[in-house]
């Protein structure tokens, strides 16, 4: 059984040549010398170009004279293809100056047909050399895929990455960067812009990198393109950390860059809430104190009744019994928003309604505004009673603000389906002819923290109303014009309330009807 290294050696070989005689001398020859040669003979180009197409040759012998074909045209065919087939001229006679031409061509070797014992060293080289050149190619391509994909993911990352020198200069920026920063590509790659003006002071931590200090993650703040501050998380390492060249102002930096806007904001909110969770706690508790001392007021104003008095004196008397009335309302109505929203309770919307309104009465009253009153929703709403409570009174507040000088309120409440889910529930709209909003305000309406109201505004009530409207699985939507010189402004919010729509977590614990009931006199709940 032979070795491997003695078995013959399988050749594709491409001949051009018109001699049927020479092709069976060639072809005997290389068995002969160690390969086993599959030999395509063809004569025209049209016949080597389908060759070529059928199956791909390792390589290409062609006589330099043909009676309608030629060795130069033959190799002229095959660099056409854009194929690296090994080319070797062959000729009974051929000068010097014809085989250094061919080599200038592209020819890899010459041969004569006299000394055909030089093709076997020529072939073995150039097959080696030709499959060395098919694996660099191979590496070549498959390093560029791997950097396409590379570059690929660092622009869809959502983190900012950019790479530049110690010194400052940027020589990469991904597109988060850009989006981010609000960078153009162009001033960032030359030299425009460094790392020090988007990372004002922050070049001692460049220093304590170059003396290989990393340093962990740490908020910055940095500038953007229009000159505005970002907060931002910062990481930063070298990239030739193990390289040769260590001077400071050539070493490669590498800068992570995460926005931290969002979560600053929603922090923000989170301690906002807080802090309006404790006054809310703190504003019941007052309530409830003075709950006391209320009660014991209306008994002394009952006996004061009682006794004898002119009727100018009764008057007085009749006017103080009803602020007290209503300062006992007010504390009724604090202590409600803090209690009934811990539980689902149903209430009628109309009640509900009436005692927010209530709460304005005096503003309205004072501001000169009209209020009309539509309620045709008979159908008790099962909900957090205090959280529908707020929106209410969030609404209602903003409408005021919005008429200071005079205007209409209207209140309507009315039964329907959503037309999306069939779904029945209360729709409740309030109306005002107050300046209204533009588009672009009313884009933002819902964000936390936006504000038209200036240093009066929050800008979380709107914002914590939809909160608590997506928790009933409501819908809120707001229509408004700006008023012009000819042309009153007005906003109209309309909210969705399905009638059973409370989370199905609050389902699991004990509901109650709203059977709570105050005495308005007293403010004490029963």
């Not at 002071?201 to 304590?208: E, H, I, M, V, Y």
């Not at 209430?347 to 009309?372: H, M, N, W």
């Not at 929106?391 to 309507?412: E, F, K, S, W």
């Amino acid at each position: 059984m032979p070795t491997p290294e003695l078995e013959p050696r399988r050749i594709s070989l491409l001949l051009v040549e018109d001699n049927q005689d020479d092709a069976a001398l060639l072809e005997r020859f290389l068995r002969r010398n160690g390969f086993a040669p599959s030999v395509m003979r063809v004569e025209t180009a049209a016949e080597m170009s389908a060759a070529i197409a059928a199956q791909r040759p390792d390589v290409v012998i062609a006589d330099y004279n043909l009676p309608s074909f030629s060795g130069p045209e033959a190799l002229d065919l095959v660099r056409q293809t854009g194929i690296d087939l090994p080319f070797v001229m062959m000729s009974g006679a051929i000068s010097e100056e014809t085989a250094v031409e061919s080599m200038r061509r592209g020819a890899q070797d010459y041969v004569t047909k006299q000394n055909l014992a030089r093709l076997i060293p020529v072939l073995e080289r150039e097959l080696r050399e030709a499959e060395a050149r098919r694996s660099r190619v191979a590496a070549e391509r498959a390093l560029e895929l791997s950097e396409m994909r590379f570059h690929r993911l660092v622009d869809a990352m959502p983190l900012g990455l950019l790479i530049g020198q110690s010194s400052g200069r940027i020589t990469y920026a991904n597109d988060a960067v850009i989006r981010l920063l609000g960078y153009g590509e162009i001033e960032l790659m030359t030299g425009k812009i460094s790392l020090t003006d988007i990372f004002p002071g922050l070049q001692k931590s460049f220093a304590a990198l170059n003396s290989d200090e990393m340093k962990e993650p740490f908020e910055f703040v940095c500038l953007t393109a229009s000159g505005e501050q970002m907060e931002t998380l910062v990481a930063l390492t070298f990239l030739d950390r193990e390289g040769v060249n260590r001077t400071e102002e050539n070493r490669e930096i590498a800068v992570f860059i995460a926005d931290l806007s969002h979560q600053k904001k929603s922090e923000e909110v989170l301690r906002r809430t807080e802090k309006l969770a404790v006054a809310g706690r703190l504003a019941a508790s007052i309530a409830h104190e003075i709950n006391n001392p209320l009660a014991a007021i209306t008994n002394c104003l009952y006996l004061v009744q009682q006794s004898q008095m002119d009727e100018m004196g009764r008057s007085y008397l009749e006017m103080a019994q009803k602020e007290l009335d209503r300062v006992a309302q007010i504390t009724v109505q604090t202590l409600r928003f803090h209690r009934q929203s811990s539980r689902p309770v149903h209430t009628e919307p109309g009640e509900l309604i009436e005692t927010v309104v209530a709460l304005f009465e005096s503003r309205i009253r004072r501001q000169g505004i009209t209020i009309t009153k539509r309620f045709r929703s008979k159908e008790p709403l099962f909900a957090y009673e205090g959280e529908v409570r707020q929106v209410i009174v969030n609404l209602l507040g903003n409408a005021i603000d919005a008429m200071p000088t005079g205007g209409r309120l209207v209140i309507r409440t009315a039964e329907a389906n959503d037309q999306v889910t069939g779904t029945k529930g209360l729709i409740l709209t309030i109306s005002d002819t107050g300046s209204g909003m533009d588009q672009e305000t009313i884009e933002h309406l819902f964000e936390p923290f936006f504000s038209t109201k200036g240093v009066t505004g929050t800008g979380l009530g709107l914002w914590v109303s939809k909160e608590i409207v997506d928790r009933h699985h409501g819908k809120i939507h707001v229509r408004s014009h700006k008023a012009h010189e000819e042309q009153l402004g007005g906003t109209t919010f309309r909210i969705f309330l399905p009638f059973g729509g409370v989370p199905a977590s609050a389902l699991d614990g004990k509901a109650t009807d709203s059977a709570e009931r105050s005495d308005v006199r007293t403010g004490i709940v029963a």
